[in-house]
């Protein structure tokens, strides 16, 4: 009922001189009250605050040491073109020098992590009622998508530089050029490339956008369970729907 009227709402304002946004808040508000459902101010606010929960709680998890490397769901591996090189060179005695290489790979991605925060935020504060309406009733990782399809570009392009950065200061540059070296000195390989900060770069992005999944589907599963009780409201109307 509620969503009908607001769509009889849009269709008459859309060629008046009026503030949508606020007749939307008033209508909403007003229907609230008589129905229970939230207003569309509580809405906003309740998935805005549910979002920022859910990345900050993600890009704390995955900055921190291990945050990448110990996950078994995010942990990012050796390009596919160089896992056949690992085993070769694992055979060789050079295990170690691979499990470096992987491990640095790692480093990287947590220590660029913590940057995507502002991004995400920005993202968030331009949601509209519309957004949060057809993210509620939407599929269990709306919300997520919603982020990803507004901050990928420009999370990749934040992230390559400090990857590349990063790549070089935890020593996954030097891993990645003597596990080569070593591997392409062998006869009759192909030799191997990679374009690493690349790689690293799309994995670590991935595996952010799974944690923010599995933080929203957290949260759309035990409404109760978010830190906002705005979002607690919000989300426990929506499962109810």
Request: contains cysteine; positive net charge; glycine residues 6%.
């Amino acid at each position: 009922m509620k969503y009908i009227f607001i769509g009889f709402l849009l269709s008459v304002t859309s060629c008046q001189n009026v503030d949508l946004a606020q007749v939307m808040d008033v209508a909403t508000s007003q229907l609230g009250a008589a129905t229970g459902e939230p207003s569309s101010a509580e809405l906003k606010t309740g998935l805005r605050a549910a979002l920022l929960e859910g990345i900050q709680s993600s890009v704390f998890n995955v900055s921190k040491t291990n945050g990448y490397l110990a996950n078994q769901l995010i942990t990012i591996a050796l390009p596919p073109e160089a896992r056949k090189a690992a085993s070769v060179l694992q055979k060789l005695g050079l295990g170690s020098l691979v499990d470096k290489t992987q491990t640095s790979l790692n480093r990287a991605a947590e220590q660029a992590a913590d940057k995507a925060l502002p991004i995400f935020q920005n993202a968030i504060q331009s949601l509209t009622i519309e957004d949060a309406l057809a993210l509620l009733t939407g599929p269990k990782d709306g919300a997520t998508s919603y982020l990803k399809s507004k901050t990928s570009q420009d999370l990749s392009a934040l992230f390559r530089p400090s990857i590349q950065n990063s790549l070089s200061r935890v020593g996954a540059t030097k891993y990645w050029s003597d596990m080569t070296t070593q591997y392409n000195q062998i006869p009759f390989v192909k030799p191997m490339n990679a374009d690493l900060a690349g790689y690293v770069t799309q994995n670590a992005l991935e595996g952010l956008f799974k944690m923010v999944a599995q933080k929203e589907l957290q949260i759309r599963n035990n409404p109760l369970g978010a830190a906002s009780s705005v979002a607690q409201r919000v989300f426990s109307y929506a499962k109810s729907l």
